[in-house]
């Protein structure tokens, strides 16, 4: 499986298969979510291919334990 890992505006993005899941880490809280399938599209389309971070707080914010 192919997998990168990228840091961008305070995150660390790692794309799992080509896209098709991503962890991302935001690197000041150590949290961590988790996205895979049409999640994952959701996501690229959101951030614009994770070109506008401003929206992965939402995730944060939405995803807490």
Not at 3 to 23: E, M, V
Not at 34 to 51: C, K, P, R, Y
Not at 55 to 64: C, G, L, M, P, T
């Amino acid at each position: 499986m192919k997998q990168s890992t990228f840091t961008r505006d305070g995150y660390a993005i790692t794309s799992y298969g080509n896209g098709a899941a991503y962890a991302i880490k935001c690197l000041n809280s150590g949290n961590e979510i988790f996205v895979q399938g049409d999640d994952a599209l959701q996501i690229e389309s959101d951030t614009q291919d994770f070109e506008c971070m401003d929206v992965i707080s939402d995730y944060f914010e939405s995803n807490e334990i």
